[in-house]
């Protein structure tokens, strides 16, 4: 028995890719959307695996807001970059299955270890 709890947070943040050729090696920025998989096997006795609103707060710490990207981080923030970064970070807490990090409502990076 298992359940997949997903959450979704926006933030917004530029950034720039290198060794990219195209508009987007020029600064530009985006809303981005940063979905997680989290998969619980059991239930407390209210009927919740882990609690939405957690699960989200603990999101909100990770999530840069209104941050240049490539000065934050050391790696070239690509959405495939990000997914793997924030998934590492949150399966420091959760059962993390998968991480998506939407750079807009068309086009999306999954991440997953298995
Ligand atoms: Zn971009």
């Given at each position: 028995?298992?359940?997949?709890?997903?959450?979704k947070?926006?933030?917004?943040?530029?950034?720039?890719?290198?060794?990219?050729?195209?508009?987007?090696?020029?600064?530009?920025?985006?809303?981005?959307?940063?979905?997680?998989?989290?998969?619980?096997?059991?239930?407390?006795?209210?009927?919740?695996?882990?609690?939405?609103i957690?699960?989200?707060?603990?999101?909100?710490?990770?999530?840069?807001?209104?941050?240049?990207?490539?000065?934050?981080?050391?790696?070239?923030?690509?959405?495939?970059?990000?997914?793997?970064?924030?998934?590492?970070?949150?399966?420091?807490?959760?059962?993390?299955?998968?991480?998506?990090?939407?750079e807009?409502?068309?086009a999306?990076?999954?991440?997953f270890?298995?």
């Amino acid at each position: 028995m298992s359940w997949i709890l997903r959450v979704k947070e926006k933030f917004q943040a530029a950034h720039f890719l290198k060794n990219y050729k195209g508009k987007c090696e020029r600064v530009h920025g985006h809303t981005f959307c940063v979905e997680v998989h989290v998969k619980v096997d059991k239930l407390n006795k209210t009927g919740i695996g882990i609690d939405f609103i957690e699960i989200k707060n603990t999101l909100n710490k990770i999530l840069p807001d209104h941050e240049l990207l490539n000065e934050i981080y050391d790696f070239n923030p690509s959405a495939e970059n990000l997914a793997r970064h924030f998934f590492q970070e949150l399966k420091k807490i959760y059962p993390v299955k998968k991480v998506i990090v939407w750079e807009s409502e068309e086009a999306c990076a999954e991440y997953f270890e298995d």
